[in-house]
């Protein structure tokens, strides 16, 4: 193994580069060399290593002659290019090679932020740019209104590139319009906003001196006709400021409960109380509905009460669904 001591110098004398042509055999054991020792070879005896050796010499003389001698076999650039190695030491740093999978993870980021960047300049593009920008409103869905009203009142989105369109903006532009409830908004690209209006239900007609008022479940008014006929739906003397507005709810919230079959057989609708509730069918018949509990339960049983065929020699002229596990007709 090589010796790890480091090499010491001493300046070389005046006096002793006279001294050059001294044969080398004159170098003493004490002398420091600056270069790594090879292991001894195993072939080689130790006994043959000593005979070769000289004889001993005091300390002092051995380490001055041994450097004297040093110095002259190496000479001035030697002997700095010695200095310079023991200092620097390059040959003793090693560079390995770097990892691969370092190098495909540099890669893989490397790829994706190129990705993420050209994602979000396409992104830009799309929000941004005038090629998607809304030309055509196609609205459907609409039975109390027409197409061309809702168009109209959503005229301020074109030129709106679609990805900026929201059904908020929708909605806001459509409020002055009572008869829709919601809408739904699909951008079909390049320049086609597609509007799907859901309107509110119309439940009943509420007199207003000569002209009948169609309301929904909330009592908004939807639209006003002169012929009551006209419209399938069964007429509330009076609305809201004629009862009460408690009364009308509960009244307005069964009406909204009924199918739209058995909603058209109706004539008008009362209540004198919130749990009192009745009904009046265009053939005479009355309707005792009571509160607005369970009012899903009691207009699927009013229903089937009124698909029974009718029997001439038994006539049924009220139907009691207040209790509607133990419906009764009489």
């Given at each position: 193994?090589?010796?790890?001591?480091?090499?010491?110098?001493?300046?070389?004398?005046?006096?002793?580069?006279?001294?050059?042509?001294?044969?080398?055999?004159?170098?003493?054991?004490?002398?420091?060399?600056?270069?790594?020792?090879?292991?001894?070879?195993?072939?080689?005896?130790?006994?043959?290593?000593?005979?070769?050796?000289?004889?001993?010499?005091?300390?002092?003389?051995?380490?001055?002659?041994?450097?004297?001698?040093?110095?002259?076999?190496?000479?001035?650039?030697?002997?700095?290019?010695?200095?310079?190695?023991?200092?620097?030491?390059?040959?003793?740093?090693?560079?390995?090679?770097?990892?691969?999978?370092?190098?495909?993870?540099?890669?893989?980021?490397?790829?994706?932020?190129?990705?993420?960047?050209?994602?979000?300049?396409?992104?830009?593009?799309?929000?941004?740019?005038?090629?998607?920008?809304?030309?055509?409103?196609?609205?459907?869905?609409?039975?109390?209104?027409?197409?061309?009203?809702?168009?109209?009142?959503?005229?301020?989105?074109?030129?709106?590139?679609?990805?900026?369109?929201?059904?908020?903006?929708?909605?806001?532009?459509?409020?002055?319009?009572?008869?829709?409830?919601?809408?739904?908004?699909?951008?079909?690209?390049?320049?086609?906003?597609?509007?799907?209006?859901?309107?509110?239900?119309?439940?009943?007609?509420?007199?207003?001196?000569?002209?009948?008022?169609?309301?929904?479940?909330?009592?908004?008014?939807?639209?006003?006709?002169?012929?009551?006929?006209?419209?399938?739906?069964?007429?509330?003397?009076?609305?809201?400021?004629?009862?009460?507005?408690?009364?009308?709810?509960?009244?307005?919230?069964?009406?909204?409960?009924?199918?739209?079959?058995?909603?058209?057989?109706?004539?008008?609708?009362?209540?004198?109380?919130?749990?009192?509730?009745?009904?009046?069918?265009?053939?005479?018949?009355?309707?005792?509905?009571?509160?607005?509990?369970?009012?899903?339960?009691?207009?699927?049983?009013?229903?089937?009460?009124?698909?029974?065929?009718?029997?001439?020699?038994?006539?049924?002229?009220?139907?009691?669904?207040?209790?509607?596990?133990?419906?009764?007709?009489r």
């Open positions: 193994m090589a010796s790890s001591r480091r090499p010491t110098y001493k300046p070389v004398r005046p006096g002793s580069r006279d001294k050059a042509s001294e044969p080398r055999e004159a170098t003493q054991p004490g002398v420091i060399s600056a270069s790594k020792s090879a292991p001894a070879s195993p072939a080689a005896p130790q006994d043959s290593q000593r005979g070769k050796q000289p004889a001993k010499q005091p300390a002092g003389q051995a380490s001055g002659q041994g450097s004297g001698q040093a110095a002259k076999e190496q000479g001035p650039g030697k002997q700095g290019q010695q200095l310079s190695g023991s200092q620097a030491e390059p040959d003793n740093v090693l560079a390995f090679p770097e990892p691969k999978g370092k190098r495909v993870r540099r890669n893989v980021i490397v790829a994706s932020c190129i990705i993420a960047a050209l994602v979000a300049g396409l992104l830009l593009a799309a929000v941004y740019s005038p090629v998607l920008a809304v030309q055509t409103v196609t609205v459907s869905g609409t039975k109390l209104l027409k197409p061309a009203q809702v168009q109209a009142a959503l005229k301020p989105l074109l030129g709106t590139p679609l990805p900026q369109v929201s059904d908020e903006d929708v909605n806001a532009l459509l409020k002055p319009l009572v008869q829709i409830k919601s809408v739904t908004t699909q951008a079909h690209p390049p320049s086609v906003l597609v509007v799907q209006v859901h309107e509110r239900v119309p439940v009943a007609l509420v007199k207003r001196g000569q002209e009948y008022l169609l309301v929904d479940v909330d009592g908004v008014r939807l639209g006003a006709t002169a012929d009551p006929g006209s419209v399938k739906l069964p007429v509330i003397d009076g609305g809201a400021g004629t009862i009460g507005k408690d009364l009308f709810q509960a009244t307005a919230a069964v009406l909204g409960a009924l199918p739209a079959n058995v909603l058209a057989k109706l004539s008008n609708a009362s209540a004198k109380s919130v749990d009192a509730v009745e009904l009046k069918l265009v053939d005479g018949q009355t309707i005792i509905w009571g509160n607005a509990g369970e009012k899903e339960l009691k207009a699927r049983v009013l229903e089937a009460l009124l698909k029974v065929p009718a029997d001439p020699a038994n006539p049924v002229n009220i139907y009691d669904v207040s209790v509607p596990r133990h419906p009764v007709t």
